[in-house]
């Protein structure tokens, strides 16, 4: 008996010692992880409300700019709250797309969430084992940001108001130089200590319900409370994460795709005409070119003028396997969210914050009638669709940061880039704590498709769809052009454009320079063409990024020495 009782106290004691390291591990070598995890929301923004409670009390780091403007601060505020610091952001609405917010109240977006780790900074290193239970303060490291404010204000002027988003990135380092949209924000209010001002300011940004003088939700006659509206859906980086067809500007991945499959050369014929008719498909739906032209010839050339039905009759040679793996190694295959009807999007973020889409060009599409009830499918196979999706129109949706990429891709002689939008993180002290460095990846298409599509988008910039935009630049431009006709507006388009907003084409222009030697990939959308009916590419958004490129390279000028 005195056996079993020496057996059963020793188990006892063996089981309080792990019970006792394992509360020891977690709350004193694990409590910092624990208590800082935060799962990200479906709408890019993180919140742990008993963090967001802790953090206010410590001195949060600053995001700086790469060219040294401060995007991010903070400040003390007067004793006696909870809080002891509340988040600024000095240079207002010029990158709030990119930074994001820090909300005590909405939680964290942008850079904000994605480096919080660095920007909370560690505690103070523990001297003994009972300072590893003690509350050691902090203060933040510094977030260098590969974002210059030169040139994201120089795209903001260029656009002049109307809706659209610029993105220029490195193609050889990912950084990502412009991020610039239209709408845009001010997220001071948004990090704001006071509650009142903070839901004001996001109720004016259209989320939420409306709130009285005392705070109290506001109802309608049905005693629904009324929801915050505003159709500009300014929260939104149009550069960053607008889902609009890229028409002709996705030409380039076609033909990357026609090229990388061994089927086609620059020379090879594409056929000629003012219409194409996709096999099975009836008369009616036939093809056409913009502006009914006849064109066509060899592939070079139907680039060079934008020949929609030489495009078409590309994607059905090639085949829906050849165009969907090209567009899906460049990029365009990420999530649509769940619930959504397409299928075969569901790639992983391609950089390093959440609020980022590169694009969809899905295998198989779900269609739904007016009451909600699934009325058939679509199947990118189909030639009439596969056609469509060759000169960017079907289903296709990508966003300015994902025909930058596609860009990019063809720059780096066909390896994507790893976007990116920090480049370092310094401590209190001033020392660089690491180097934030992605590079390119993986091979979309090879070295050879890479070079004679870059040629050939050359042949757009000097003698096709966007040689009046670049007259005279002394920097050689390859680029192409696209004018995105979607007759049908979507419910976010009708309410920010009004109802007859289909007549209006998306105006968009992709490039890279130099072309010998690239050290920029531009990408340029005005949605709905700025409400011009006449808006192309050419005439509106390669104007735009010829803007960008000239201050690009008066602020860089030995980026464009490989002439």
């Not at 490291?141 to 260029?158: E, G, H, Y």
């Not at 109307?162 to 990502?176: D, E, I, S, Y």
């Not at 060899?298 to 934008?306: F, H, R």
Request: proline fraction near 7%; charge should be positive.
């Amino acid at each position: 008996m005195d056996r079993r009782i020496r057996q059963i106290a020793g188990l006892i004691t063996i089981l309080l010692l792990a019970v006792t390291v394992s509360a020891g591990w977690v709350q004193g070598v694990r409590s910092e992880q624990i208590s800082s995890f935060e799962p990200q929301g479906p709408n890019g923004t993180a919140r742990n409300i008993f963090r967001i409670f802790q953090e206010c009390r410590w001195r949060r780091g600053p995001i700086l700019s790469i060219d040294g403007e401060t995007l991010a601060d903070t400040k003390r505020v007067a004793s006696g709250h909870h809080c002891i610091y509340q988040r600024t952001y000095p240079s207002g609405d010029v990158a709030s797309g990119v930074v994001g917010q820090w909300s005590l109240y909405f939680g964290k977006s942008g850079l904000e969430a994605a480096y919080n780790s660095d920007l909370v900074g560690g505690p103070a290193p523990a001297k003994s084992i009972a300072d590893l239970f003690r509350a050691r303060p902090r203060i933040g490291n510094t977030v260098v940001s590969t974002i210059d404010t030169r040139l994201q204000k120089a795209a903001v002027d260029a656009l002049s108001g109307r809706r659209g988003g610029v993105v220029a990135m490195n193609p050889k380092t990912g950084a990502v130089l412009v991020a610039a949209s239209v709408p845009s924000y001010d997220p001071n209010p948004l990090a704001s200590n006071d509650r009142s001002t903070a839901q004001d300011a996001e109720c004016k940004l259209g989320v939420g319900d409306e709130l009285d003088a005392k705070g109290d939700l506001k109802k309608g006659t049905d005693g629904k409370p009324i929801p915050c509206v505003n159709p500009q859906n300014p929260l939104l980086p149009v550069a960053l994460d607008a889902k609009r067809p890229p028409g002709s500007a996705f030409k380039v991945v076609t033909a990357a795709a026609a090229l990388d499959s061994g089927k086609f050369t620059p020379d090879t014929g594409t056929g000629f005409g003012g219409s194409y008719l996709p096999p099975g498909e009836i008369p009616q739906n036939a093809i056409h070119n913009f502006g009914g032209e006849i064109c066509g010839g060899s592939l070079a050339e139907a680039l060079k003028v934008s020949c929609n039905t030489s495009f078409a009759r590309v994607a059905v040679t090639i085949g829906a396997d050849q165009l969907y793996s090209t567009a899906a190694a460049m990029g365009l295959d990420q999530s649509q969210g769940k619930g959504s009807p397409f299928i075969g999007c569901d790639g992983p973020s391609l950089s390093d914050i959440g609020t980022t889409f590169g694009g969809c060009l899905p295998r198989e599409i779900t269609r739904f009638d007016s009451s909600g009830k699934k009325s058939g499918s679509e199947k990118l196979m189909t030639p009439a669709f596969l056609g469509r999706a060759g000169f960017g129109q079907w289903v296709v949706e990508t966003s300015p940061f994902g025909m930058a990429v596609v860009a990019a891709t063809v720059a780096n002689g066909g390896f994507v880039p790893r976007p990116r939008f920090a480049d370092r993180i310094i401590d209190p002290t001033g020392a660089t704590v690491r180097d934030i460095r992605t590079g390119i990846g993986a091979s979309a298409i090879s070295p050879q498709a890479a070079g004679e599509l870059a040629q050939m988008m050359r042949g757009v910039v000097t003698g096709g769809t966007a040689a009046g935009a670049f007259g005279g630049f002394p920097i050689p431009v390859a680029g192409k052009t696209g004018t995105a006709q979607a007759p049908s507006c979507s419910p976010d388009e009708v309410q920010i454009f009004g109802p007859g907003c289909g007549q209006f084409a998306h105006a968009w222009f992709i490039c890279f320079a130099p072309v010998q030697d690239p050290t920029i990939a531009v990408a340029v959308l005005v949605e709905r063409g700025g409400l011009l009916s006449n808006a192309t590419g050419g005439q509106v958004a390669a104007p735009i990024a010829r803007k960008v490129l000239e201050k690009y390279f008066e602020l860089y000028p030995t980026a464009g020495s490989a002439k």
